[in-house]
């Protein structure tokens, strides 16, 4: 302090007393810089006291600058101190005050440096803390785009870090992943020796790898941070670094229900761990919470309740305010409070819990939900909390009482509302179906919550929910992605944005079929990070479509399900829908006819479960020649879940399907409806199906009038010995039946050599009909690797055509795509989204309407239906009708044996979509028809005169 006088006293006499305008000027800058060095040196202590006397040594340097008029680098440099000392306070609008200082000064520099995209990035931080997150994610955006100049510097990583973190937090796992790649590769490339932020960008990685309930490969970057880190343990700079590693392991091992590994590492955490230190303050919050989830799995609930407590403590401690941690933390306390029976207490804390998450509701009556739309610290984690509390509510309800039940459905729908706005925020399908599939739970409790309604009230508006419920659960994010692939073209997108989109969706598709192929750990790691670079920039588009309002408007448009539009519409066509939810304890079934709604409910027993499996087994396990063993197994299905619903179905001939579940890899039209005779369901209803009823009601709307130019592909015709058994399986064995096939369908087709993929591409648009006759293979694994195979000719990616490609192919002028080839309509099912298939990416890339395969095509019987089938739509049958003669034309043949008509040979085909016809009726049968309809009308009304002029005589 003795030097600090000395030296003032020395600037005052000597520097201050100069006359000379430009000595007046030094002079201000030395008293600026001084005053600021004197801040620092208080500022480094990180201790409240000494920071108050460095923001007043800040604001005498501001004070000094206020009196001049020109902008300078030191007017950003004292305002960014005292934002960060707010900042260090946890006083959040202060530090915004002085950050939009910085920043507005910086803007009118003459050089923009680094410091502007520093300075972006600080106030995005602060918005993130205030929990606004839109205007964190705007000026995030802004530094993005000034790190364009910078691609390799540490303040660009640290960005990137923290726009990682940003979509971890509101549930965008797939973005966040990609951000963080990005944020490691720079510093491992251009910084090796940031240890402690190369340690934090794992972190983050394995933390996100985590959430997406990939825990071996959590665990095992964990692991081997730890072991890197050991040996740099002399190293006081990542001390922390091992205190968030134990905690993260524990959280790891919490999530896969291994809590006492849990709590081993989290109390290693603990031991190491300063809680002394205010900048480790939330860290000290996380490691009491998450103790306290490890002892609460135990079930050891007074620990548990200890531990929540302590957390508590600690968050009051250091945090003026309230965020979404204390949320979560009252959120897990509840649920504690629940579990222990302690129904009071667990109602008020999960209220105060959504006092806490949502701005501006502070209702402390848990009868009392806030009202929709409204702003919320965390989407996300408002979602979980509102769950949470209907379960609460839900239990205590003992005697099922009305209002009650309608509290819990009250705010069950409160939370599928905001899960959907959640999930249109997401700007990549991957994200939406894993956030959907998480969701698909709270549909179930709603549909059961509201049939229970429905029970005490007799009111039909519950059932009418329970039917919309079920259909929101159904192809959400594929409904999403068709609409908006309608609506970007006239909402006032440019067309160079949508040209961007669309190369980056092609330059998408070609590395991740190099990453499918990469056979060594250097190109899997370099495929992985242009694809994360693609993804960041694809996303960066999507998100600037939601700056032109009518885009907006349509993309966030909440669109109910309307019951009597499905009646009227279904009344127009003569079909009944029956639609079935597949849930953990149930199978809901909902019948839609044009005059009537049924509803019927199927208990999950093992029974059930297992003549699914068997079904579903005999289909996949046939070999050629054996009798089928599912005969049973479908007549059992067809006993439990169908038959209850044929009283009314009898009044219908077509009826479309709605399968979920398991359900969607059975083939109805092949149920056995008679225990001991060989009567299938095909023989007394006409069936298609659809992914969804919202997308059937779409599907009706497309006119499939005009041509009927049909191109067929057939890489595999090559003729073999006789008795020969081909399967649309077999990679690259012969299929001789689609030569026959292709010919028998249409002139325009290409067989063997002359099925490339590369022609295909360049001729798809000219026509209306597509047809496949081919091996596909069907990655349940990952199934954007699944592929259509086309004359094998040079590498793989060349006569494949996967999945990802095909979502970026245009069939909005396709009438009809068949998928001939084997388990085309088959692969990875995801709760609340459906099959991921071959099929699904053709109704994603436009056309609706598909004839699909359920399991392994046996070349012959496919090549007799296949043709069949297209001589009754030339004749202009509608594709349902078509698809189902041509099955039981097969079953009547006399060119089969007996034995090659078992379903496995004519059931895996189905029709998806709009069962319209294609072609009207040719000119010579419409001549024959109506002069047929004029000799029946003739000859009827001779037969009412002859019998008129009896009875008068």
């Known amino acids: 302090m003795l030097i600090r006088v000395v030296v003032f006293i020395i600037f005052i006499l000597f520097i201050a007393p100069l006359n000379s305008h430009a000595e007046f000027t030094i002079s201000d800058s030395t008293k600026v810089n001084y005053y600021i060095k004197a801040g620092d040196k208080f500022f480094e202590s990180k201790k409240k006291k000494l920071d108050s006397l460095a923001l007043k040594e800040y604001l005498s340097a501001i004070d000094i600058l206020n009196h001049q008029s020109q902008l300078s680098d030191l007017n950003v440099k004292v305002n960014l101190r005292c934002a960060s000392v707010f900042y260090w306070y946890k006083d959040f609008n202060s530090a915004l005050d002085y950050y939009k200082r910085a920043l507005s000064i910086q803007e009118n520099l003459p050089n923009n440096t680094e410091s502007l995209l520093s300075i972006n990035k600080k106030i995005g931080q602060v918005f993130w803390n205030l929990g606004e997150i839109d205007s964190a994610f705007f000026y995030y955006s802004e530094a993005e785009v000034l790190s364009d100049n910078y691609p390799h ?23 966040g992943l990609n951000y963080s790649l990005r944020y490691l590769e720079i510093y491992e490339n251009y910084f090796p020796s940031y240890k402690k932020a190369i340690y934090r960008a794992k ?17 095992e970057i964990y692991k081997e941070i730890i072991d890197q880190t050991d040996r740099s343990k002399n190293d006081v700079r990542i001390a922390e670094t091992f205190v968030i ?41 996380r490691l009491y919470e998450n103790l306290g989830t490890s002892y609460q799995g135990l079930g050891k609930v007074d620990s548990a309740m200890k531990y929540f407590d302590k957390a508590i403590i600690e968050y009051n401690k250091y945090f003026p305010y309230k965020n ?9 306390k509840a649920l504690l409070l629940n579990e222990m029976n302690l129904g009071k207490e667990a109602k008020d804390e999960i209220q105060e819990a959504i006092k806490t998450v949502i701005i501006n509701f502070n209702n402390p009556n848990f009868k009392v939900n806030p009202k929709y739309p409204f702003q919320t610290l965390s989407d996300l984690e408002t979602f979980r909390i509102l769950v949470s509390k209907a379960e609460i509510i839900e239990k205590f309800n003992e005697n099922n009482d009305s209002e009650t039940s309608k509290l819990v459905l009250d705010t069950y729908q409160l939370a599928l509302q905001l899960a959907e706005k959640i999930r249109k925020s997401y700007d990549s399908d991957e994200a939406k179906i894993f956030f959907q599939n998480n969701v698909y739970p709270v549909f179930e409790e709603s549909i059961r919550v509201a049939l229970q309604l429905f029970e005490h009230t007799q009111d039909e508006k519950y059932k009418h929910l329970a039917f919309q419920f079920s259909e929101q659960s159904k192809a959400a994010v594929l409904e999403e992605s068709i609409k908006n692939h309608e609506i970007k073209g006239y909402t006032g997108i440019p067309k160079e944005l949508l040209v961007q989109e669309r190369d980056l969706k092609i330059q998408l598709s070609k590395v991740k079929s190099r990453l499918a192929n990469a056979n060594d750990q250097e190109k899997i790691d370099k495929y992985t990070l242009q694809l994360a670079d693609l993804e960041i920039e694809l996303g960066k588009v999507i998100k600037s479509f939601e700056a032109y309002p009518n885009y907006y408007a ?53 029974g059930l479960i297992n003549n699914i499996d068997q079904y579903y087994t005999a289909y996949k396990t046939y070999s050629p020649g054996e009798p089928f063993g599912g005969h049973q197994s479908g007549y059992e299905i067809y006993n439990k879940i169908f038959e209850p619903f044929e009283k009314e179905l009898s009044k219908y001939k077509k009826l479309v399907i709605i399968p979920d579940g398991k359900l969607n890899y059975l083939p109805f039209d092949a149920l056995k409806t008679e225990p001991h005779k060989d009567f299938y369901l095909i023989e007394k209803y006409i069936i298609s199906q659809s992914y969804s009823g919202k997308l059937w009601l779409d599907a009706q709307k497309i006119n499939n009038s005009g041509n009927n130019e049909i191109l067929a592909i057939a890489p595999f015709a090559k003729d073999v010995a006789l008795g020969y058994v081909a399967f649309r399986d077999k990679y690259f064995s012969p299929l001789p039946a689609t ?62 055509l996967y999945v990802h490609e095909m979502y970026n192919l245009n069939f909005d002028s396709t009438k009809l795509v068949v998928l001939s080839g084997c388990e085309t309509g088959s692969g990875q099912f995801q709760r609340g989204e ?33 043709q069949k089938m297209y001589q009754y739509l030339e004749d202009g049958k509608p594709k349902d009708e078509a698809l189902r003669q041509a099955k039981l034309d097969y079953l009547h043949s006399d060119e089969f044996f007996k034995i090659d008509k078992t379903p496995v040979h004519w059931a895996n085909f ?31 009304l001779m037969f009412l005169k002859r019998k008129g002029s009896k009875t008068f005589a």
């Not at 009597?564 to 304890?585: M, S, T």
């Open 203 to 219: 972190n983050n990685i394995a933390t996100i790898y985590k959430r997406l309930e990939k825990y071996d490969r959590s665990l």
């Open 910 to 940: 189905i029709v998806i979509g709009n069962a319209d016809p294609i072609a009207s009726l040719p000119i010579y049968k419409q001549i024959y028809f109506w002069v047929s309809l004029a000799l029946i009308v003739g000859a009827v």
């Open 739 to 800: 030569r026959q096939e292709v010919k028998g369908i249409s002139n325009h087709f290409y067989i063997n050599e002359e099925a490339t993929k590369n022609r295909f591409l360049d001729e798809y648009q000219n026509y209306n009909i597509l047809h496949f006759a081919t091996h596909a293979e069907v990655n349940e694994e990952e199934p954007s690797s699944s592929y259509i195979t086309f004359f094998p000719k040079g590498e793989d990616a060349e006569y494949r």
């Open 554 to 606: 349509l993309k966030y448009a909440n669109n109910e399900v309307n019951l009597e539009e499905f009646q009227k519409r279904l009344q127009h066509e003569d079909k009944a829908l029956l639609e079935y939810f597949w849930g953990e304890k149930e199978i809901i079934g909902f019948l839609v006819s044009g005059k009537n709604f049924l509803i019927r409910r199927f208990p999950l027993d093992s």
């Open 245 to 285: 590693l134990y905690q993260n392991l524990g959280t790891v091992y919490n999530e896969v229900d291994k809590f006492e590994e849990a709590i081993k590492f989290i109390k290693r955490g603990i031991d190491n761990h300063n809680f002394d230190e205010s900048s480790n303050s939330r860290l000290s919050v």
């Open 324 to 332: 979404v941690l204390f949320a979560n933390i009252l959120m897990k």
């Open 834 to 866: 459906g099959i991921m298939s071959l099929a699904r990416a053709i109704a994603y890339a436009g056309c609706p309407n598909i004839i699909m395969t359920l399991w392994r095509a046996e070349d012959k019987s496919t090549s007799f239906i296949a």
């Open 153 to 175: 510097s540490k303040t660009t990583a640290d960005l990137y870090g923290f726009i990682g973190l940003l979509y971890f937090e509101t549930g965008n796992f797939i973005q």
